[in-house]
Antibody, heavy 117, light 110 residues
Framework: EAQLLESGGGLVQPGGSLRLSCAAS????????MTWVRQAPGKGLEWVSA?????????YYAGSVKGRFTISRDNSKNTLYLQMNSLRAEDTAVYYC?????????WGQGTVVTVSS | QSALTQPRSVSGSPGQSVTMSCTGT?????????VSWYQQNPGKAPKLMIY???KRPSGVPDRFSGSKSGNTASLTISGLQAEDEADYYC??????????FGGGTKLTVL
């Protein structure tokens, strides 16, 4: 069974950094593009970033995080990452990793990021 | 990139059909066939219900169907069941390898 498991969330001060991880299992991780989606408390879903499959040479970002967040992958560890720098209060959300690029067919359970002083 | 426009809520009785809309622009919904729909129950991760406008992943009941006309995509649920009560989000390719979600529609089964 295909599964995704996020980790790395927590409480961080404004301006701080955090790295999220997403461990994949049950499918050939390297073959698929992967995506990060977030959901602020009581709000809707927001597409954050995506990375191409295989070597992950292509990365894409929402305007709201471009220049602050970096997506990457380690296919040898079946793991997706999201490095988040210069965090702001508005980055507070549940962060989900999801399998796919045009549509997201497998989702993790999410990890909570809270940016507050 | 502005969020796609979805009605905040829709409702229907068991057995009825409901349709919810997702309105964007010619740069997103109207310009591409990468529209997907997600069901989300409280405290849970979203679940893919429709992709590429009208395709259903395996395991999704055929009561769920998707369509698109111009800049508006629609999700129709026929034979409404109590278990369908959830939040529904649409998502569309928005160009430049980015995607945009709608604000979500809360479906209430009366």
């Amino acid at each position: 069974e295909a599964q995704l498991l996020e980790s790395g969330g927590g409480l961080v001060q404004p301006g701080g950094s955090l790295r999220l991880s997403c461990a994949a299992s049950g499918f050939t991780f390297s073959s698929y593009a992967m995506t990060w989606v977030r959901q602020a408390p009581g709000k809707g879903l927001e597409w954050v970033s995506a990375i191409s499959g295989s070597s992950g040479v292509s990365t894409y970002y929402a305007g709201s995080v471009k220049g602050r967040f970096t997506i990457s992958r380690d296919n040898s560890k079946n793991t997706l990452y999201l490095q988040m720098n210069s965090l702001r209060a508005e980055d507070t959300a549940v962060y989900y990793c999801a399998k796919g690029f045009n549509a997201f067919d497998i989702w993790g359970q999410g990890t909570v990021v809270t940016v507050s002083s | 990139q502005s969020a796609l426009t979805q009605p905040r809520s829709v409702s229907g009785s068991p057995g009825q059909s409901v349709t919810m809309s997702c309105t964007g622009t010619s740069s997103d919904v109207g310009g591409h066939n990468y529209v997907s729909w997600y069901q989300q129950n409280p405290g849970k991760a979203p679940k893919l219900m429709i992709y590429d406008v009208s395709k259903r992943p395996s395991g999704v009941p055929d009561r769920f169907s998707g369509s698109k006309s111009g800049n508006t995509a629609s999700l129709t649920i026929s034979g409404l069941q109590a278990e369908d009560e959830a939040d529904y989000y649409c998502c569309s390719y928005a160009g430049s390898y980015t995607f945009v979600f709608g604000g979500g529609t809360k479906l209430t089964v009366l």
